[in-house]
DNA sequence: AAGATCTATCTTTTT
DNA sequence: GATAGATCTT
């Protein structure tokens, strides 16, 4: 029976291996001990990694729990999980463990194998975002009276100078007490049981260096965006018999800006004796694109195609981007007429604002579009207020948790900050004390904790670990937790967000209960890991519908088009200082060009670039970008978009609707907002030491007595 | 404590 | 090339 399955696929191999051309089987097939693929654009490098993982499990019987697969983002790691299982429906979520980001995996070996405790830390260690690092280093700064400069840079400078600090150089940029910082915020998370990101790789390493975790293979995806602790990583994971396999494109370089390592190949084949195969055939984009592509190649050898030439690349001159914008809507609109679906056009830009004007002129002209901007757990207040609810009774140590969760304006219990300190530390000497009191008293307790406001939510977080129920295979339910921390009060009924808050969390609560039992594990347990992928993994987690389906224009930032494809794609805004955008070092420049590289390649069949001659934006100049020189003229049309009086005028108008908008957009995000229990949120209009004035809706402007202490203003 | 001068950063974004 | 923040100057 088996030696027949096994006869069938190999089968379907021969037939799958048809599809793939000899440089993609070479790299499929081979087993030096380490080996790095140049991969070129639209070269298959996701199906060689499929192919070598389904060969080296089914043929090579290798047990997938030997190979550690590490992508960048959680997106690629989806799309590999995701394509495995369309391929061989048999394989289960923990054959795959050890599949995704670096950061992930790193998390699951410190979780399953790592001994963690060595450190200072506990299994139940939690993960902090950046932002919490940045906020527990403020509070470490103002308790020690340290004089650290830039504070509102905080979060940069403590990723950036962390390194010079590990290397012992001198605190020479800023003379201040940054590095008398690392070690003290270093103790603090130790103390409360968490790990920043960085921490996950960093601890990682140091304890992959005393109790070895040797996979069978390591395989790694875009290896071209290591940054030096991915690296350090990579090496600490690889045993001597270990086998390493990484692909990756050093043309697509364009985060260096976040330290990525510059030579990631050289480095490979340098520290690991790595053998280079390259994958050169594109079967992407048409041949006017390719030879237009390489033109920009920095690396490697030319990227050879599959395609005829079939059209020109079109360069268009418009007057400014509302000319262009309604230009897009007009091309669009043909296109679409012409049978092309919304969801095969995108629109590329350097920068995240360069979508407002299109987005206005889009809704106007009823196309349907997409933005793709990233959401974050942090632009749902609600949700962000109660994870960190779950973060601190998942893991009582994170002090700083529980005092975010109790002090927050919205949803948390009226406590000051300080109240909310001493409730917390003094728990955390006498916890199991108090435990015990609580178990033997219940009823008084609550009475209590409810006169006295700030104790319910502190209570329930506080006993929410000993919940005995909890510790078994029964999952509640999404309301009973609900209820539990009687959130249908916290989240103020009487307030027009009521709904959608409830909403969103039971939502939350749902996923949270399908994770406990798809993991089949412990509620708190299951808390606690989904709470920690939540810092990691983000919107991804419980996105409602992944956004992939709906047929609409995309709109995106060059950075976010890499890795995608579209069959016709508009490159807009490439001016000289937008594209390249005005930057001082060669280094950065040579990475727009990389940008501007990854933006034409994305296009399969049509590449419409386009240029202003009235940019209207500061340090934008209105002549075209000079990579657009470098296209052979051969394979470009260029093309002047007329205006007629008419339409000038409508353009006029427009120009205004739509700059007033954003202007009053602009200004609604400087307006401080401030809470009040009986009407809600409103926008402060004025403050003094005596009063405050808030706009609500539908109550229209009252003013307070700032003694009553009834008006919460949110920051 | 105000005013002058220096300086970095802006943009891109993942975990 | 502007601007915000920190630092220096009086």
Redesign the pocket.
């Known amino acids: 029976m088996k030696e027949e399955l096994q006869e069938n696929l190999q089968e379907d191999w021969k037939q799958e291996w048809k599809q793939l051309n000899s440089y993609q089987l070479d790299a499929v097939l081979d087993e030096s001990p380490a080996c790095v693929v140049n991969a070129n654009v639209g070269s298959g490098k996701t199906t060689v990694l499929i192919e070598k993982i389904l060969y080296l499990h089914f043929q090579k019987r290798v047990p997938l729990e030997e190979m550690v697969v590490l992508t ?6 989806g799309e590999i999980a995701e394509r495995l299982v369309k391929k061989e429906p048999s394989i289960t979520r923990e054959q795959v463990q050890y599949f995704g ?4 995996v790193a998390l699951c070996l410190l979780k399953e194998k790592l001994p963690v405790e060595e450190l200072g830390f506990t299994k139940d260690f939690t993960v902090i ?2 932002e919490e690092e940045a906020d527990l280093a403020l509070e470490i700064i103002a308790e020690r009276k340290l ?1 650290v ?5 905080l979060k ?2 403590l990723e ?1 100078e962390y390194r010079s600090y590990l290397q012992g150089k001198e605190n020479s ?4 007490d940054l590095f008398l910082l690392y070690p003290l915020l270093e103790e603090e998370k130790k103390k409360q049981n968490k790990m920043s ?2 921490d996950l790789l960093r601890i990682s390493i140091s304890l992959l260096k005393r109790e070895s975790v040797y996979p069978s293979w390591i395989i790694v995806d875009e290896v071209q965006d290591s940054d030096g602790l991915q690296m350090e990583f990579l090496e600490a994971l690889k045993g001597n018999e270990t086998k390493l396999f990484a692909v990756g494109d050093p043309n697509q370089v ?2 260096s ?2 330290g990525t390592v510059q030579n990631t190949f050289y480095l490979l084949k340098q520290q690991f004796e790595a053998k280079e195969l390259s994958l050169p055939i594109n079967y992407r984009s048409n041949a006017s694109i390719l030879e237009a592509a390489n033109r920009f190649l920095q690396f490697g050898n030319k990227i050879q195609g599959a395609r005829e030439a079939e059209s020109k690349i079109i360069i268009k001159k418009h007057y400014d981007p509302f000319q262009e914008a309604e230009y897009l809507s007009e091309r669009i609109c043909e296109l679409h007429a012409g049978g092309l679906a919304y969801s095969e056009i995108a629109v590329f830009y ?4 360069q979508s407002d004007i299109l987005e206005k002129v889009f809704s106007k002209n009823e196309i349907p579009y997409q933005v ?3 959401k ?1 757990i942090k632009d749902i207040p609600v949700l962000n207020w109660f994870i960190k609810v779950l973060r601190f009774s998942c893991n009582p140590a994170d002090v700083q948790m529980g005092i975010e969760a109790l002090t927050d304006a919205n949803y948390g219990e009226k406590c000051t900050k300080k109240k909310a300190k001493e409730l917390l530390e003094n728990a955390q000497t006498k916890t199991k004390d108090i435990s015990k009191k609580t178990e033997n008293m219940p009823e008084q307790k609550k009475e209590t904790s409810q006169k006295s406001k700030a104790g319910g939510l502190y209570w329930k977080m506080t006993k929410f670990a000993q919940k005995e129920e909890w510790r078994s295979a029964d999952i509640p339910l999404e309301e009973e937790i609900f209820a539990y921390f009687g959130l249908n009060e916290a989240l103020h009924p009487t307030t027009s967000s009521y709904a959608e808050d409830e909403r969103t969390i039971l939502e939350f609560l749902r996923k949270l209960c399908d994770y406990c039992k798809t993991e089949k594990c412990f509620f708190i347990e299951g808390t606690r890991d989904f709470v920690n992928s939540s810092a ?3 919107m ?1 987690l419980f996105e409602k519908e992944p956004d992939g389906e709906c047929d609409a224009v995309r709109l ?5 088009s890499k890795g995608l494809e579209f069959d016709h794609v508009f490159l807009i805004g490439a001016n000289q200082g937008m594209l390249p ?4 070092g060669f280094e ?1 420049e040579e ?1 727009e060009c990389r ?1 501007f590289f990854v933006g034409i390649t994305r296009a399969r069949n049509k590449l419409e670039i386009s240029y202003y001659t009235n940019p209207g934006e ?2 934008v100049l209105s002549e075209c970008s000079r990579y657009l020189r470098r296209i052979p003229a051969h394979l470009v049309e260029w093309e002047d978009h007329p205006s007629d009086e008419q339409r000038r005028s409508n353009l006029q108008q427009l120009r205004r609707e739509v700059q007033e908008q954003l202007r009053e957009k602009a200004e609604e995000k400087d307006v401080k907002r401030a809470r009040h229990p009986k009407y809600g949120e409103g926008i402060l209009i004025s403050e003094d030491e005596m009063m405050v004035e808030v706009e609500f809706e539908g109550y229209g402007r009252k003013q307070f007595l700032k003694a009553f202490g009834e008006v919460d203003i949110c920051k």
């Open positions: 960048f983002t959680n997106k690629a790691a980001t670096f950061h992930s975002d950046p004089n400069k830039y504070k509102n840079r940069k400078r950036q940029r800023q003379k201040d990101f960085s364009i985060y800006w976040r350097r920068l995240q604002k793709s901007i990233r974050t990691l993994y983000g991804n995106m930032t060059l950075h976010a955008l005005h930057s001082q950065m990475e940008l500061r340090g």
